[in-house]
């Protein structure tokens, strides 16, 4: 069975970094592309940032472009969102998600239980 | 950008009914398509896929249909766990763009 199980959220003054960590299980995780997305309060879903299997490849959205960093460790089969320069339009649910290919041009499910990330002063 | 435009923002129904939800791509997407449901507090959960393609373990009462920038996505016969907001999105290129979700309210 599929288990992704995400952590590492909590409140971050403006301007802070935080760092989300997604662990996998139940397939191999090295032959997979996963996935961020993330949900405001009372609002819909965003997509965020993506990663292909290998790690090679990234992608972001224009909202985190050059603050956010996703990286995986395909030996402890374990995605991770670096989060810097974070501001109070960041805050939301964060969910991690996995591929259904090594590409990540395809579709995501099942996605995490999710962290919650709050950033105020 | 893709631009996912989903229609509509909420309904309501009854159990039994049929419902149908649209979202419409701002480009050709060659039915990159997915569609998920969320209910409060919980993760999103996959539908369908390449537009039309059920899930393993998704109800078949669930259909999805469409090509090119218009998509639909069909519940027949609504059951009282299928009250839900639903969202599709394209994964053609990145980013991958959502809709804003259709919220289906029981009448």
């Known amino acids: 069975e599929v288990q992704l199980l995400d952590s590492g959220g909590g409140l971050v003054q403006p301007g802070g970094s935080l760092r989300l960590s997604c662990a996998a299980s139940g397939f191999t995780f090295t032959n997979y592309a996963m996935s961020w997305v993330r949900q405001a309060p009372g609002k819909g879903l965003e997509w965020v940032s993506g990663?292909?299997?290998?790690?090679?490849?990234?992608y972001y959205a224009d909202s985190v472009k050059g603050r956010f960093t996703i990286s995986r460790d395909n030996s402890e089969n374990t995605l991770f969102l670096q989060m810097n320069s974070l501001t109070a339009e960041d805050t939301a649910l964060y969910y991690c998600?996995?591929?259904?290919?090594?590409?990540?041009?395809?579709?995501?499910?099942?996605w995490g239980q999710g962290t919650l990330v709050t950033v105020s002063s | 950008d893709i631009q996912m435009t989903q229609s509509p923002s909420s309904l309501s129904a009854s159990v039994g009914d049929s419902v149908t939800i649209t979202c419409r791509a701002s480009q050709g997407i060659s039915n990159s398509l997915a569609w998920y449901q969320q209910k409060p507090g919980k993760a999103p959960n996959l539908l369908l896929y390449?537009?039309?393609r059920l899930e393993s373990g998704v109800p078949s009462r669930f259909s999805g249909s469409g090509s090119g920038t218009y998509y639909t996505l069909t519940i027949s016969s609504l059951q009282p766990e299928d009250f839900a907001t639903y969202y599709c999105?394209?994964?053609?290129?990145?980013?991958?763009?959502f809709g804003a979700g259709t919220k289906v309210e029981i009448k």
């Open positions: 390449a537009a039309s």
């Open positions: 999105q394209q994964y053609y290129s990145t980013p991958h763009t």
């Open positions: 990663i292909s299997g290998s790690g090679g490849s990234t």
């Open positions: 998600g996995k591929g259904s290919y090594y590409e990540i041009n395809a579709w995501f499910g099942p």
